[in-house]
């Protein structure tokens, strides 16, 4: 049960120092510093989390130094849940070791689904509002008359299938898709 310590700059923060410091204070065992200019020197958060075993603590002076959007931050939070590990912001005054962790933890998961939600949600409404305005999501629907002609041209065997798409302003991919369609497919679509 080690205490890592985890020093991040960007490039507003002049270095790492107060940081460090503050983290020895704090009793770290290991302290790690990643920079905005990462060196050979330096860790990125994945190496670090990667060297955490159960039972440790991750310690940040900062939330904001651990996270570089909410996402990431409740993400790392399941993370640490599922993998038994601790964090203590000295900031935030958060401390999953204490009793008050779990609350943290479960206000975490809650923000993660609030966010999944209101993605959802904004996603359902733009989507209606281009649907009241005419467009339809998805990918336009191909002309029965290209579909015939990459059939034919293909079939005749005097074309590539470079030629064939270039010519029929489609994919090569989508070309393939109509040559490859059984005969009942295409007679749905060209009908």
Do not use: W
């Amino acid at each position: 049960m080690k205490l890592i310590g985890y020093a991040r700059t960007t490039i507003n923060d002049a270095g790492t120092d107060t940081q460090t410091m503050t983290l020895s204070d704090y009793g770290c065992d290991k302290i790690f510093l990643d920079s905005f200019d990462q060196d050979e020197n330096q860790y990125d958060l994945e190496n670090v989390l990667a060297q955490l075993e159960s039972g440790d603590t991750l310690v940040v002076c900062d939330l904001h130094r651990l996270g570089r959007s909410t996402r990431q931050l409740t993400d790392l939070t399941r993370e640490f849940q599922d993998r038994g590990i601790n964090l203590v912001s000295l900031a935030e005054k958060i401390d999953t070791r204490e009793p008050m962790g779990e609350i943290y933890f479960r206000l975490m998961d809650g923000l993660a689904n609030m966010e999944c939600a209101l993605i959802k949600e904004r996603t359902l409404v733009g989507l209606n509002n281009a649907r009241k305005k005419g467009k339809i999501g998805g990918r336009p629907k191909i002309d029965p008359k290209i579909v015939k002609k990459i059939r034919r041209l293909y079939y005749e065997k005097k074309e590539t299938i470079q030629y064939i798409s270039a010519k029929c302003g489609v994919s090569v991919g989508t070309c393939y898709k109509y040559i490859n369609l059984p005969d009942e497919e295409v007679l749905k679509i060209v009908d």
